[in-house]
T-cell receptor, first 108, second 115 residues
Framework: RKEVEQDPGPFNVPEGATVAFNCTYS??????FFWYRQDCRKEPKLLMS???SGNEDGRFTAQLNRASQYISLLIRDSKLSDSATYLC?????????FGAGTTVTVRA | EAGVVQSPRYKIIEKKQPVAFWCNPI?????LYWYLQNLGQGPELLIR????????DSQLPKDRFSAERLKGVDSTLKIQPAELGDSAVYLC?????????????FGPGTRLTVL
């Protein structure tokens, strides 16, 4: 079983819509969490860190639920440029474990 | 500021041949990572360096893979001999140090095809 599991999608949403998806992690000792974004045939780039209290960065909101061991990402007012694969990441002892990614496609 | 540089960007070789990848991290970044990414999967850590010391190489297939970071800056990853299943994207990343919340910056990767 992978340490981080994600629904691969794809999530096809119209511009302006809200889209949300989760990932689950199996290692309860994981200490820090992130969402990375990866465009097709490009390298991953940090989207946001996920703190215990939850955090928001513009149209993006991340939540962490340690009791249920899941992390969520919500994108409001989707833009065409949000189309990408979103990688959920957990870190334990400085080792990052990546999920396989959730693909989001925003259509005009 | 220059990002993580990797070369070559693409490599096609026949099985059983050797291949090497090179990575130059962001200046001042002490921690360097090599990842392997298969299609439709997330990156998987192969090895992590703190300066010139390999501190986590538990996922590196040591029978055919080797890596070095001699002066604590550039790094090379080698496969000898390559197998068909090694076809993947090899990503190098660096971070300032090993802080829990430090961002990892990835290079563009080397796309390896083994025929």
């Amino acid at each position: 079983r992978k340490e981080v599991e994600q629904d691969p999608g794809p999530f096809n949403v119209p511009e302006g819509a809200t889209v949300a998806f989760n990932c689950t992690y199996s290692n309860s000792a994981s200490q820090s969490f992130f969402w990375y974004r990866q465009d097709c045939r490009k390298e991953p780039k940090l989207l946001m860190s996920v703190y215990s209290s939850g955090n928001e960065d513009g149209r993006f909101t991340a939540q962490l639920n340690r009791a249920s061991q899941y992390i969520s990402l919500l994108i409001r007012d989707s833009k065409l440029s949000d189309s990408a694969t979103y990688l959920c990441v957990g870190s334990n002892d400085y080792k990052l474990s990546f999920g396989a990614g959730t693909t989001v496609t925003v259509r005009a | 500021e220059a990002g993580v540089v990797q070369s070559p960007r693409y490599k096609i070789i026949e099985k059983k041949q050797p291949v090497a990848f090179w990575c130059n991290p962001i200046s001042g970044h002490n921690t360097l990572y090599w990842y392997l990414q298969n299609l439709g999967q997330g990156p998987e850590l192969l090895i992590r360096y703190e300066n010139e010391e390999a501190v986590d190489d538990s996922q590196l297939p040591k029978d055919r893979f080797s890596a070095e970071r001699l002066k604590g800056v550039d790094s090379t990853l080698k496969i000898q001999p390559a197998e068909l299943g090694d076809s993947a994207v090899y990503l190098c990343a660096s971070s300032l140090d090993r802080g829990l919340w430090n961002e990892q910056f990835f290079g563009p990767g080397t796309r390896l095809t083994v025929l």
